[in-house]
């Protein structure tokens, strides 16, 4: 493959196979996540779960390519994303809390009577 990359006035070598294996990593994790959004499409909790699988293999890549181009601009970003996911799980609990309640169950074709 590519023995160099030239980013800006940076030359970076990665011809190391760790990077490799973890952006193998990485895909592999995101698409775990959206194989199990498409497929498990009934049960809200499972449809949370693989979403915030989703965001960590987008937050881990970024830590890598910010290592491996020694930018710290991708880990303050990943920082973001990380509290933004914080946020989303939180509301998204007290969403599924409520409907628990109100309906008694949390399969999603129950939900789609809800209107705003």
Do not use: C, P, W
Request: no cysteine.
């Amino acid at each position: 493959m590519f023995n160099n990359l030239v980013y800006g006035l940076y030359l970076v070598q990665y011809t190391d196979i760790r990077y490799y294996f973890y952006v193998g990593f990485t895909i592999a994790v995101f698409g775990t996540g959206l194989s199990g959004i498409v497929t498990n499409r009934r049960n809200l909790v499972m449809v949370l779960l693989y979403l915030e699988l989703m965001l960590l293999s987008v937050n881990f890549n970024l830590i890598l390519f910010s290592v491996l181009l020694d930018i710290i601009l991708g880990q303050i970003v990943a920082l973001f994303v990380l509290v933004i996911a914080g946020s989303e799980v939180s509301i998204g609990l007290a969403f599924l809390i409520l409907a628990f309640r109100t309906k008694g169950v949390l399969l999603l074709h129950f939900f789609r009577t809800i209107k705003s």
